[in-house]
């Protein structure tokens, strides 16, 4: 009885775990807390608090990419698509069409669902690496129609926010604090999304297609339809995702539409651990910081003074990213989230296994006719 209250008790534990860590992100800005070499500046001036709030993005985009390919098992390379499109086209309605920032928002995801709708509703017709190669497809050629069309979206030089659509408390440096809460929200707003997917029998489905996909077909439902359903959901939470930029970062360019930002988002899911969602919060988190951090060291005296042998592999950001993916894969092939969950669920397994086994065995004893008991 009490081992069951415990269990019971401990269904709650990662819930109050996740408001409180929300709750003390909330307050981060008011606090003074310094990571040397980790953060610019304490954690309540504007440099940091951009930081952050860049970090906040990437985990969100990090979850609708995790799933995409955690629960429906569907690697995409083309989810920066919908990312960007999230981005401009709230540009694009602020400038071309003169809407209101909440509106324009509504719109900006209205259209990403739309072309996640057409685009996904071709590319599920086939699976596997063909499937990834549509979407790549989809990708370039968004990232085409971006850079070519500069009248509209800007060009090379990509689409500046206009600001006189938007409030005048998510504008300028000295409201970086707003603009920080308002990243939070969006990433609290996605991850209850991914966490209501997956709990509910669409995320059951999902997982259940992606293991066996004519099993499900057996059974009298469509795969189809459920991995279309999916992919639109994880498009929607990456044009959010791409709202939250554009608002940011006062502007965007064609890199959010191209397929690099894609494998970049996989790298983070990786990194983070796949089918995981606080794995992809963490490595969205962890590799926009290592992104940032590591420009400033590669930059610094410090490798500047090393011999050319050491110092031309370490002033460049790139290769320092992929020496860490290649350990990570190499030493921990399941992620920091998967690694961590493989070590805990090892440990129950050791302490749980021997009276599971001795059940199995009575049962299988209770089973057994009267002569092979004797």
Request: positive net charge.
């Amino acid at each position: 009885m009490v081992s069951r209250h415990v269990r019971q008790a401990g269904r709650y534990v990662p819930a109050i775990v996740g408001a409180a860590l929300v709750v003390f992100m909330a307050l981060l800005p008011m606090l003074n807390i310094s990571i040397p070499g980790v953060l610019p500046t304490p954690t309540y001036m504007p440099g940091t608090l951009a930081l952050l709030s860049l970090c906040m993005v990437f985990a969100a985009l990090a979850l609708s990419y995790n799933l995409l390919l955690g629960s429906g098992g569907m690697l995409s390379f083309g989810h920066a698509l919908y990312f960007g499109a999230g981005a401009y086209g709230l540009g694009i309605a602020l400038e071309h069409f003169g809407v209101p920032l909440w509106p324009g928002i509504f719109v900006a995801l209205i259209g990403g669902m739309v072309i996640a709708l057409v685009t996904g509703a071709v590319s599920m017709r086939v699976s596997g690496i063909p499937f990834a190669m549509v979407t790549l497809a989809f990708a370039q050629a968004g990232s085409v129609l971006v850079r070519r069309n500069s009248q509209v979206t800007g060009g090379e030089e990509g689409l500046s926010l206009n600001t006189e659509m938007v409030p005048d408390f998510l504008i300028g440096v000295v409201n970086t604090r707003n603009l920080y809460w308002f990243t939070l929200v969006v990433l609290v707003v996605v991850y209850l999304v991914t966490l209501w997917v997956d709990t509910s029998r669409l995320g059951h489905l999902a997982r259940a297609t992606r293991e066996n996909e004519q099993r499900v077909r057996v059974l009298g439902l469509s795969p189809y339809r459920v991995k279309l359903i999916v992919f639109v959901i994880a498009a929607a939470l990456a044009s959010l995702a791409g709202v939250a930029y554009m608002l940011l970062q006062s502007g965007t360019v064609p890199r959010a539409v191209s397929a690099d930002l894609t494998i970049t988002i996989l790298v983070m899911v990786v990194l983070g651990g796949v089918g995981f969602r606080w794995g992809a919060i963490v490595g969205g988190v962890l590799y926009t910081l290592l992104d940032q951090r590591l420009t400033v060291l590669a930059g610094s005296e410090a490798i500047a003074g090393l011999p050319d042998v050491l110092r031309i592999p370490l002033s460049e950001p790139l290769f320092l990213f992929g020496v860490l993916f290649i350990l990570v894969v190499m030493f921990l092939p399941g992620g920091i989230a998967g690694t961590i969950d493989a070590a805990v669920r090892r440990r129950r397994g050791e302490k749980v296994r021997d009276p599971l086994r001795q059940m199995d065995d009575a049962d299988d004893t209770a089973d057994a006719p009267a002569e092979a008991r004797v």
